[in-house]
């Protein structure tokens, strides 16, 4: 699971979770059919749908800014995520 870095964790994110709708934040360089099979090799579910956006980082005065994917995933069943579960 090299490819999916974390989960992102914004109001509209958290909203969605309740909808069985997923975001993370993926290396740019990853298709979207690597992401939706290590999704489903990783939780063992399968992918009804995935969603991508890319953002570009901020210019910087000598280059361009790094870009980094978000992906949603849209899984048939519910799932935990390990990193939304942890506890301290």
């Known amino acids: 699971m090299d490819g999916i870095r974390y989960a992102v964790l914004t109001d509209k994110s958290i909203r969605l979770l309740g909808k069985n709708q997923y975001t993370s934040n993926v ?35 000598m280059g361009i800014g790094s870009a980094s994917s978000i992906i949603l995933i849209i899984p048939s069943q519910v799932l935990l995520l390990p990193v939304l579960n942890r506890t301290r």
Do not use: D, Q
């Not at 979207?32 to 570009?56: D, P, Q, Y």
């Open 27 to 61: 290396e740019s360089r990853s298709t979207r059919t690597e992401i939706k099979h290590w999704v489903e090799l990783f939780f063992g579910v399968k992918v009804i749908a995935m969603n991508s956006h890319r953002l570009w980082g901020k210019a910087r005065r």
